[in-house]
């Protein structure tokens, strides 16, 4: 398994924040979780985890 995504919403009887917070970081494949970058103490829109991506990529090219 190369990367992990939790649908948004969840059903009921799941929590959330719960899930993500059980995801390895190395396998959060769209940012959600809190521990993979600083700034995502808020959900983040695709778009803005894609800029997040190409910057990074930008970085270290």
Do not use: N
Request: aromatic share 4%; charged share 30%.
């Amino acid at each position: 398994m190369h990367g992990i995504l939790i649908q948004h919403p969840v059903p009921g009887r799941f929590d959330y924040d719960a899930a993500l917070s059980l995801v390895d970081p190395d396998k959060d494949a769209d940012g959600q979780s809190r521990t993979v970058l600083p700034w995502s103490h808020r959900r983040r829109t695709a778009r803005e985890c894609c800029e997040v991506i190409l910057d990074e990529r930008s970085r270290s090219a």
